[in-house]
């Protein structure tokens, strides 16, 4: 991080935070050419994230403004017969990234992680996406070559179910 760097601060989100929440959720579905998928909206999010607790989010702050956000929620390892993080999405403003921001976060969660109890922190990223796949590398994470990620969701979702 360069020493002009404004500092990173990191608090857990408030339920005040759902429409800020959706807007950068929104930002970064133009980013990873994905908006049309974008179904959430502020009563969704805030019944999710702060009624069910299902998952949480932190709001990433600079010089005392939002610059981003990471959603987050438990998986389990069967094998290690204990909880994980999964980090569903970390999303900083263009003008903040490549700030040492993104590595901050990830450090961040894995504290969050082992202060819990957890054996792993896990996340997926787009493989044309080389700034957050270096910050991944950087962290020594490790690509999980072999696996393949399935989705059913919409109409197949609602086409299996009914089976």
């Given at each position: 991080m360069k020493s002009d760097t404004p500092q990173l601060t990191i608090r857990a989100a408030k339920t005040s935070d759902a429409s800020m929440i959706l807007h950068f959720i929104e930002e970064l579905a133009d980013y990873e050419q994905l908006r049309e998928q974008v179904t959430a909206d502020v009563s969704t999010l805030s019944f999710w994230l702060f009624d069910k607790k299902t998952a949480e989010a932190i709001i990433l702050e600079a010089t005392g403004e939002p610059i981003g956000f990471a959603l987050f929620f438990y998986n389990f390892s069967t094998f290690l017969g204990k909880a994980g993080i999964y980090l569903e999405d970390l999303y900083l403003l263009p003008e903040h990234r490549n700030m040492g921001y993104g590595s901050q976060v990830l450090a961040y969660l894995a504290k969050l992680a082992l202060s819990r109890n957890c054996g792993r922190l896990e996340?997926?990223?787009?493989?044309?996406?080389?700034?957050?796949?270096?910050?991944?590398?950087?962290?020594?994470?490790?690509?999980?070559?072999?696996?393949?990620?399935?989705?059913?969701?919409?109409?197949?979702?609602?086409?299996?179910?009914?089976?």
């Open positions: 996340f997926s990223c787009l493989d044309w996406n080389k700034s957050a796949l270096a910050c991944y590398h950087k962290a020594k994470a490790e690509a999980l070559n072999g696996w393949t990620t399935y989705r059913i969701c919409g109409d197949d979702l609602l086409r299996l179910a009914a089976e």
